[in-house]
């Protein structure tokens, strides 16, 4: 069963840079897409960044051209590096990934926090 864990959330200064790494227990070959969903207190889920097994990248309009995904599929994680952070960033950003074709699969991580202050 493969597990996905978040990492490098925390607090950080409006302006500032944060780098998020979801590390997977299995290879993440085996996933479609992974991806950064993030979720703000009364707000609904909301995609951040995705990327494929092929690389394509996809980035909600609030964050193209400060956020980076990418992926490390020797060490079998992806990483989330968001800059010139605003406080509307602030969430719990959670991993996923995503297998569309048999056996179907969707993992989710635990969610690490990030606080940007003003």
């Known amino acids: 069963q493969v597990q996905l864990v978040e990492s490098g959330g925390g607090l950080v200064q409006a302006g500032g840079s944060l780098r998020l790494s979801c590390a997977a227990s299995g290879s993440i070959f085996n996933f479609n897409v992974m991806g950064w969903y993030r979720q703000a207190p009364g707000k609904q889920r909301e995609l951040v960044a995705g990327?494929?097994?092929?690389?394509?990248?996809n980035y909600a309009d609030s964050v193209k051209g400060r956020f980076t995904i990418s992926r490390d599929n020797a060490e079998n994680t992806v990483y989330l590096q968001m800059n010139s952070l605003k406080p509307v960033d602030s969430a719990v950003y959670y991993c996923n990934a995503n297998r569309w074709v048999p056996p179907y699969l969707e993992v989710w991580g635990q969610g690490t926090l990030v606080t940007v202050s003003s």
């Open positions: 990327i494929t097994s092929g690389g394509s990248t």
